[in-house]
């Protein structure tokens, strides 16, 4: 050490002597009759004898060990005060696991080192893991620190952030002195001149907490959050002293190789670090670990509650509410992705929405056995239990299409006043978490809650498209007022029209668009009259339909090519509102296709339903467009458009028992699919006629 460097580190530490000692003066005087005041002044004191017996080492008057010494008792001293602020917020009850092992393993350590320091014999014995030991003291240190500053409230921070703040920079720079130590077989000279300054800023920081908070006390115990960040801290602090002996001893005994096999080492040693502290599993699985290990229930439910009720509730009002909820659901068990089913109608229980899980899909009738069991037992299904308990399920069998898919574990249903509103399909837990009661009563309560809000969504949205309906039955009335003024009208210009004879061909030319737009418009008006009253159902043939949807788009220059169905394929409907569902959906698609494409209007028989299909190779949909707008009502892209022909379509084909099926891509075109159910009498005719 050169004598400037020797100079400036003299000063540093004096600095922090006469820093301490006054500190140490202000606290004897003022908290001299509290067990804090007491523990506060002893670590300011030997901070203030470690600053001095520094000073005198780098001037060269005294051998380091007693530096060394007096730093040792320093650490423990801080130590010792942590740990009683700890025990002050926790009240009547004993420190936990972590916070006991620290507490012994510390205490062993700060006398084995000063041991080490005093003792010569001792000194050779150990030398070679004084660095690390070193290292080790002040890991436990920071993992001190860092939990009395998450067991504060965060309004009570303000009181105590100055002294972690300034004890944690102290014991990150001493770690950062030894780590090197323990990797180069030596201590770094400035960073050792510079450490007394760094003391020595740190003392009012301590000053300000003392003064701020006298009790150190708060109504705050241990929570699993904290438990969990003191063993990462404390498990990253044995893996980095593990690294730093490897590395030491790569370098030692590498040879011409050493300096670079260690760096690569060194590198590889922090990667695998950064990837373990980023690894879902690996954190799920110490959560778990800490729960069963070192607490009576496996849950903290304050906690899981709020990060439970925080997900469900984030973003706007009923924005991706069903993907929140899956998630919300998830994250209670550590599971990775997750399915919500919903029922919609008469077409039974179907994906409403998923959270990293798209490759599953199905859809389960409502009158099912197994959505049965669900509503009546009102259960949470382990799919693996299933398997091996059959005594509990009897004769149950989930779903086929959710046996076949990959990884699945928890079937939980969603209970409103006993009506299950939908289930959750869950993926199996990274934690690798039993199925118990704690897990079932917890996992019961959270879906009941989320069925309140997915519940409490569909009522809104259900009042917005009833208010909606409303106002567009009012201004029905007015267009249907409209409607008869304007037939009124034209019917006596026809009957005028009959004195101008003086051109036939034009006055023939006329008479025939005003009788069309005469005829079209009476339509109209008897569909508006008849529109509130029963559907009237009957036996009607696929074929007809189609004939009848076709000819009524005969305007369009592109021609539909039909593919008919067998005369004996019949279907149970009202023939005129199934007829302008399926001239609806073949008018988009003429409408979308250009005068060179191609639209084809098919029907066909398949596993017991008609199925027509209404294909083109118009522009098509990109997927988000027919999940949030394609069937919204009001909600058109047409400008003259009121937006309800496809919603009216689905729920048409839907009070019909069937389902409306959509396949589009952009630039790719589009096929509109309508499954209905087969009138068993006709779906033997055309088993017959195949």
């Known amino acids: 050490m050169t004598d400037t460097l020797m100079l400036l580190a003299t000063i540093g530490y004096s600095l922090a002597a006469l820093a301490y000692l006054g500190l140490s003066a202000l606290i004897v005087v003022s908290w001299r009759r509290r067990p804090q005041g007491r523990l506060l002044a002893l670590a300011t004191i030997l901070s203030a004898a470690w600053g001095a017996l520094s000073a005198l080492t780098a001037w060269g008057e005294l051998p380091p060990r007693l530096g060394l010494a007096a730093e040792v008792a320093r650490n423990g001293a801080w130590l010792a005060l942590l740990l009683y602020i700890l025990h002050l917020r926790l009240p ?14 510390g205490g062993l350590l700060v006398g084995g080192l000063l041991l080490a320091s005093v003792n010569p014999f001792v000194a050779l014995l150990v030398q070679p893991a004084e660095n690390m030991g070193l290292v080790l003291l002040t890991v436990m240190c920071l993992a001190l620190v ?3 500053f998450h067991s504060t409230r965060p309004q009570d921070r303000w009181a105590i952030k100055f002294l972690c703040l300034g004890l944690g920079g102290v014991f ?20 050792w001149a510079a450490r007394g300054y760094v003391a020595a800023l740190v003392a009012p920081l301590i000053a300000i907490s003392a003064a701020r908070n006298p009790e150190w006390s708060a109504p705050v115990g241990l929570s699993r959050s904290m438990a969990f960040h003191t063993a990462s801290l404390l498990a990253a602090g044995i893996y980095l002293l593990l690294i730093a002996g490897a590395g030491y001893y790569l370098r030692l005994f590498g040879g011409e190789w050493g300096d670079v096999v260690q760096t690569v080492f060194l590198f590889v040693a922090a990667m695998v670090l950064v990837l373990l502290m980023l690894s879902g599993t690996l954190r799920a699985r110490l959560r778990v670990f800490l729960s069963k290990h070192f607490f009576s229930y496996h849950y903290d439910y304050r906690e899981e509650w709020l990060n439970f009720t925080r997900t469900l509730t984030e973003g706007a009002p009923g924005e991706r509410l069903c993907e929140r909820a899956v998630e919300a659901l998830a994250k209670l068990l550590e599971s990775p992705g997750g399915a919500l089913w919903m029922r919609e109608g008469n077409a039974g229980y179907q994906r409403a929405a998923h959270w990293n899980w798209g490759d599953i899909n199905g ?71 039993g ?12 879906a009941r809650q989320a069925a309140a809000h997915l519940a409490q969504m569909r009522a809104a949205n259900a009042l917005i498209v009833a208010r909606q309906f409303e106002s567009f039955n009012r201004t029905t009335t007015f267009v249907i007022h409209d409607l008869k003024n304007l037939v009124a009208q034209l019917s006596l210009l026809l009957a005028n029209a009959e004195k101008h004879k003086n051109n036939p061909e034009f006055q023939a030319d006329m008479l025939g668009t005003v009788e069309n737009a005469v005829a079209r418009m009476n339509k109209v008006l008897a569909q508006l009259r008849r529109s509130g009253e029963e559907a009237r159902t009957g036996s009607v043939a696929v074929a ?33 509102q199934l007829t302008r569902a399926i001239g609806h959906l073949l008018q ?59 919603y009216e379509c689905r729920e048409t084909i839907r009070a019909l028992g069937g389902q409306l099926a959509v396949e589009s891509a952009p630039g790719s075109g589009t096929r509109f699919r309508v499954c209905l159910p087969l009138i068993n009498d006709s779906a033997n005719v055309v088993k017959a006629s195949a």
Request: hydrophobic share 45%; glycine share 6%; charged share 25%.
């Open 544 to 576: 007809d339909i189609l004939n009848d949807a076709a000819a009524s788009k005969q305007a369009f220059k592109l021609r539909p090519q039909l593919d008919l169905a067998s005369a004996g394929m019949q279907v149970r409907a009202d023939r005129e």
């Open 92 to 105: 009547g009850t004993p420190l936990p696991p972590p916070l006991r092992f620290i507490r012994l393993f």
């Open 172 to 191: 990150v720079y001493d770690f950062l002195l030894y780590a090197n130590a323990a990797l180069f077989h030596a201590l770094d000279a400035q960073m």
């Open 146 to 148: 860092e939990q009395v």
């Open 588 to 646: 988009n698609a003429l409408e979308a296709t250009p005068p060179s494409g191609q639209v084809t209007l098919r029907a066909f028989e398949a596993s017991g339903q008609a199925v027509i299909e209404i294909t083109d190779t118009g522009y098509g949909m990109d997927n988000e467009f027919i999940r949030t707008r394609l069937f919204q009502p009001f909600d058109s892209t047409k400008g003259a458009g009121m937006g309800i022909g496809a």
């Open 363 to 433: 859809t389960e009738p409502a009158g099912s056995a197994f959505i049965q069991w669900l509503a009546n037992k009102q259960w949470v299904v382990d799919l693996d239990e299933m398997k091996t308990r059959r005594d509990l399920y009897g004769d149950l069998e989930a779903p086929a299409w959710i046996r076949e898919a990959e990884d699945t574990w928890l079937i939980v249903p969603l209970l409103l006043h006993d009506e299950l509103l939908g289930f959750v399909v869950l993926k199996h837990s990274l934690a690798k978490i």
């Open 435 to 446: 199925f118990n009661w704690e897990v079932s009563d917890l996992i019961k309560v959270a």
